[in-house]
């Protein structure tokens, strides 16, 4: 009988070291102002938090302005970009591993794209 009544606290202890915490996962949030931009202040936002607030110019060689990268927790985001004050992007995505967006802009057309990777990019 007392091998049964120490074994409950026992086996509730397990239990309770092994449900799952509401911390969420963090994963690398990689972004590339990538190509056609030529001295464009280009603003960032990553669920209305500010990351990149600058004047580019993408490389002709490259195709790539500038990178950026920071800390993201898993699920639902929201991604705003403002390109010299007037061209806006704003588009919803959902984060559950590492996650690479490519921001590239025509302007011509003064159109904002964005390609979505769980690879980071390469430039040669």
């Given at each position: 009988m007392?091998?049964?009544?120490?074994?409950?606290?026992?086996?509730?202890?397990?239990?309770?070291?092994?449900?799952?915490?509401?911390n969420?996962?963090?994963?690398?949030?990689?972004?590339?102002?990538q190509?056609s931009?030529?001295?464009?202040?280009?603003?960032?936002?990553?669920?209305?938090?500010?990351?990149?607030?600058t004047?580019?110019?993408?490389?002709h060689?490259?195709?790539?302005?500038t990178?950026?990268?920071?800390?993201?927790?898993?699920?639902?985001h929201?991604?705003?970009i403002?390109?010299?004050?007037?061209?806006?992007?704003?588009?919803?995505?959902?984060?559950?591993s590492?996650?690479?967006?490519?921001?590239?802009?025509?302007?011509?057309?003064?159109?904002?794209?964005?390609?979505?990777?769980?690879?980071?990019?390469?430039y040669?």
């Open positions: 007392k091998k049964v009544l120490l074994s409950i606290p026992l086996v509730l202890l397990l239990f309770a070291a092994c449900r799952k915490t509401n969420p996962t963090v994963y690398d949030l990689g972004i590339d102002i190509s931009f030529d001295q464009d202040n280009v603003q960032l936002y990553i669920d209305n938090q500010p990351l990149l607030n004047r580019v110019s993408s490389s060689l490259l195709g790539l302005a990178s950026i990268s920071t800390a993201n927790t898993d699920g639902n929201t991604i705003k403002v390109i010299n004050g007037n061209t806006v992007k704003i588009e919803s995505f959902t984060q559950s590492d996650l690479y967006i490519g921001v590239n802009y025509n302007r011509s057309t003064k159109a904002i794209s964005l390609t979505y990777s769980k690879h980071g990019f390469m040669y």
